[in-house]
Structure formats: C-alpha cells, structure tokens
C-alpha cells in the first residue's frame, strides 16, 4: 500500500534499525572475544564454568532418551540372554547324547578287544557274532545270535567271551545259531584245576552265577580260590580257557564227595558279543583209533613161535 505524505514534506531517507545496530554491535563483540580468546586464551575459564553450569540442563534434556535407550537394550539384552540359554541347554542336551554314544562306543571297542585278545592260541579260526535275543528261565539258558552255516558255524562249536568260556552252539541255522551257556543245567564241561592239574566235570546249575563240580572226592586238592580252565578232552573247547573261580567248598565226613562251587569268569549275563571259535582237536573225539596193536617184539615173537610150531 503506497505511503501518503504531507504536501509539502520533504523526503527523508530511512534510517538503520536499531536492531540491526545492536546485531552489528553484538557481531563485532563475538569476533573481539574469538580474536581475543584464540590468541590469549582468556575465555576458557569461563567457558569451563559456563558447561558446567549448563551441564545439569543438558543431563535433564537427554534424560528421556538415555532411558528410553536403557530400557530397550535391557529387553534386547534379556531376549538375547533367552535365546542363548535355550540354545546352550539344547546344545548341552546334544552334547550329552553324543558323550553318551561316545562311552557305549568306547565300552564296545574294550568289550571286542578283550574278544580278541581272548581267542584262544589252538583255535585256527575266529569269529565276532552279536547276541539277537536271549532266553533265560530255570529250565533253560540259550541265546542267539547272528551266525550260522552260511558263516561256516557248525553244532558243538565252541563260543567264548572276553573273560573266559560262554558256552557251544547247540543249533546251527542258515543265518543264526543257538548257543548254550555252560550254566544251563543240561550242560557239562570237562575242566582241570589250573594249580595241580585236577580233571573233573563243571555242570550248570541255571544259575548265571554257579558253576557245581559233583564228582570230586571228599579229600580231593581243590581250595577256595582255584581257578578252573577247560581241559582240552572232548574236543569241543580248546585247553587253557578260563571257566571259572571255586568260591565255595564244603567237606562234609559223612559224604563221599565234597561239595564244590564255582564262579563263570564269562558274563553270562551281561555279553553282547561272543566269539566263536572253530577248533581242531589233535584226536577228535569219535575217531576210531581200532584194535590195540601188540608192540613190535611181541608181534615177532608170536611170528617165531608160528614157525617153530609148523608142522
């Protein structure tokens, strides 16, 4: 909108605000101090003072978002913490089942290198099977396990563990055989005593864990203690094998015999694996070995006395 003036008013220039003059004023004060302050270094007392006046203010600003700031990396943290937690216990977990894998691979390889190293020296073939199912009751004590005639087993085989004797094959399939332990009541097993060389006879009792001797004499060299191997006779097991432990003895005068107990050193009831061993007697048990033979000087003789009597 035009500005009206007087008739007859001069014209007058407009003169500087007064706020433009203080601003220029307040320009020039700034520089001064910058000059002054970058050369002397006067204001920094002051400028000290200043921050630390208005310190407070500033904390009070940034408050809110220094809690807020708080309060989500504290929920962030403890989910974090969470899902670690979960992932370590079912990292633990899967720790465990492998560590538990790791002790029954550890108790296999002991328990198939104790087989090994108990195959006896006579045997001219060995063999690892695996127990399939077993049968345990007062009357019998057989299992099965997972060779047969296919594998070369044949009936009577002999079968043993990482300790001592387990028992022979009863049946022979074409993929798996039935063995029978030495503690099954119907089975019996030559053995001698390993200190003296005392042969008797070890019968099962259906009890994994006695072994009866019924045939030896009151007054017979046995103690508690004595350790019994398989004698060799019969040809099924070879000589030398560990059966067992005597852990009981009882000589009663008004009996004959003495009675006479055993510990199997097999786990009867514990194995998972046997071996199977395939043994060569040096006389097998059914051969014919015929007529006895008159010795060579008699023989002759009885040729001289032929003669001699030829009429």
Do not use: C
């Amino acid at each position: 909108m035009p500005v009206l003036r007087e008739p007859g008013a001069r014209y007058a220039p407009p003169r500087a605000s007064a706020l433009g003059l203080r601003a220029l004023v307040l320009v020039g004060m700034s520089v001064a101090l910058m000059v002054v302050d970058h050369r002397q270094q006067q204001l920094f007392a002051i400028r000290a003072a200043l921050s630390a006046a208005a310190y407070p203010l500033q904390l009070l600003v940034h408050s809110p978002v220094a809690a807020w700031d708080w309060l989500t990396a504290s929920f962030a943290t403890r989910r974090t913490l969470l899902e670690e937690n979960a992932a370590l216990r079912a990292a633990v977990r899967a720790a465990d089942v492998r560590l538990l894998r790791l002790d029954a691979t550890e108790q296999e390889n002991l328990r198939l290198r104790a087989l090994l190293n108990a195959a006896p020296h006579a045997a001219t073939r060995v063999q690892l099977a695996e127990i399939l199912h077993v049968d345990l009751d007062a009357v019998r004590h057989r299992v099965l396990v997972d060779r047969g005639t296919r594998d070369g087993v044949t009936r009577g085989q002999a079968a043993v563990d990482g300790s001592g004797v387990f028992g022979q094959v009863a049946n022979a399939g074409t993929f798996a055989s039935e063995l029978i332990l030495i503690s099954d009541s119907t089975h019996a097993l030559p053995v001698q005593v390993e200190r003296n060389g005392l042969r008797t006879i070890a019968v099962g009792t259906g009890n994994t864990r006695r072994l009866s001797l019924p045939f030896l004499p009151r007054n017979a060299d046995v103690a508690l203690g004595d350790v019994l191997v398989t004698s060799g006779l019969g040809g099924v097991y070879p000589p030398g094998l560990p059966v067992g432990r005597i852990s009981e003895l009882r000589r009663d005068p008004s009996q004959p015999l003495a009675i006479v107990t055993a510990a199997p050193a097999a786990a009867l009831d514990r194995d998972r694996e046997v071996l199977l061993v395939w043994y060569q007697p040096r006389v097998p048990a059914n051969a014919d070995v015929g007529p006895a033979q008159p010795p060579p000087r008699a023989e002759a003789g009885a040729r001289q006395r032929t003669r001699t009597t030829r009429p």
